[in-house]
């Protein structure tokens, strides 16, 4: 069964750092574009970064470039979102999601969330003093 799953959410401080992981389990993530999305309350899901398997190419958001960082660790078979200097407008339920390039074709960025395949559950990311 494909199954992502995310962890490391939680509550922290404006200026804080937060590390989200994206396991996946099922299917071989390396072969995978994964992007980081989130959804705040009444707002649409838009993707914050996706790291691209064709090539390694890594994109952001406008909203967190020089603040968020995308890894891969391909033998735990984890992508992980690194998280800095954090802001209350950073409050949302964060997905990660996987799409096989070699179906959608390359994107020159995260590309709209209907395009994803698979979907982890989310993790909650609350930014407050």
């Known amino acids: 069964q494909l199954q992502l799953v995310e962890s490391g959410g939680g509550l922290v401080q404006p200026g804080g750092s937060l590390r989200l992981s994206c396991a996946a389990s099922?299917?071989?993530?390396?072969?995978?574009?994964i992007g980081w999305f989130r959804q705040a309350p009444g707002k649409e899901r838009e993707g914050v970064s996706c790291?691209?398997?064709?090539?390694?190419?890594?994109y952001y958001a406008d909203s967190v470039k020089t603040r968020f960082a995308i890894s891969r660790d391909n033998a735990k078979n984890t992508v992980y979102l690194q998280m800095n200097s954090l802001k209350p407008e950073d409050t949302a339920v964060y997905y990660c999601?996987?799409?096989?390039?070699?179906?959608?074709?390359?994107?020159?960025?995260?590309?709209?969330?209907?395009?994803?395949?698979?979907w982890g559950q989310g993790t909650q990311v609350t930014v407050s003093a």
């Open positions: 099922g299917f071989t993530l390396s072969l995978y574009t």
């Open positions: 999601a996987a799409v096989d390039d070699r179906r959608r074709g390359p994107r020159n960025g995260v590309g709209p969330a209907y395009e994803y395949d698979y």
């Open positions: 790291s691209s398997a064709l090539d390694g190419s890594t």
